[in-house]
């Protein structure tokens, strides 16, 4: 079975902390995908990763990828509410012919 | 502006009622996608159209219809809908319908009553 999975589904944290969210995913891929989603609004794309090994850092956040454990992670350093946000991680798969398989995301609640 | 926008924002509809939504994108994309979130569910893709071919569907029941007659439009028709398919409906976009960033309107929030 084709499975995304991401962890934890709902973090409540303070400002100024660090934390991780995990993605894990159950076959072969060759692209991951990191979306953010504020309450009522749009998916935005936040990180594309091509290969294994790839890191990428974009102001508090960064996300790398280990294809042979099938895991990316997103990590959020030193936390402010503005990144308040549903985080969603998506893989496009070689067997559901690249269609992308999506984790059902990850409410990160940030208090002042 | 996310370069995908979608009309209506906020749908209320009767089950006998015949509704659409429309998405359209500014982007050049070839490709265009319908997506459903319900609320605790992963987001769930319906209908994939590249170069305004339908490619995918993936076993959405016949209630919802799509529709794309460029490859900037895309609609999805409503007709006796179920309390169930409440959602918010997401229109996307790509540069390509394999391997690619999606790029995603706004939604439409669905209330079927």
């Known amino acids: 079975e084709l499975k995304v999975e991401q962890n934890p589904l709902f973090l409540s944290m303070q400002e100024g902390k660090n934390y991780t969210i995990y993605c894990n995913y159950s076959?072969?891929?060759?692209?991951l995908y990191w979306y953010r989603q504020d309450p009522g609004k749009s998916l935005e794309s936040l990180f594309v990763?091509?290969?294994n090994g790839a890191v990428k850092q974009e102001g508090r956040l960064m996300a790398s990828l280990d294809t042979k454990a099938r895991l990316s992670t997103l990590h959020i350093t030193a936390a402010v509410h503005d990144l308040s946000a549903t985080y969603f991680c998506?893989?496009?798969?070689?067997?559901?012919?690249?269609?992308?398989?999506w984790g059902a995301g990850t409410k990160l609640i940030i208090k002042p | 502006e996310t370069g995908v926008t979608q009309t209506p924002r906020h749908l209320v509809m009767g089950m006998t009622n015949k509704k659409s939504l429309k998405c359209e994108q500014h982007l050049g994309h070839n490709a265009m996608y319908w997506y459903k979130q319900s609320a605790k569910k992963p987001l769930e893709l319906m209908f994939v159209?590249?170069?305004?071919?339908?490619?995918e569907n993936n076993s959405v029941p016949s209630r919802f219809s799509p529709e794309c007659p460029n490859s900037s439009h895309l609609f999805l028709h409503l007709h006796t809908l179920q309390p169930e398919d409440s959602a918010l409906y997401l229109c996307?976009?790509?540069?390509?319908?394999?391997?690619?960033?999606?790029?995603f309107g706004q939604g439409t929030r669905l209330t079927v009553v």
């Open positions: 076959t072969t891929s060759d692209r």
């Open positions: 159209y590249s170069l305004e071919e339908r490619v």
């Open positions: 990763l091509l290969s």
């Open positions: 998506a893989v496009d798969m070689r067997d559901s012919n690249y269609q992308l398989i």
């Open positions: 996307a976009s790509s540069q390509e319908w394999q391997g690619v960033e999606a790029f």
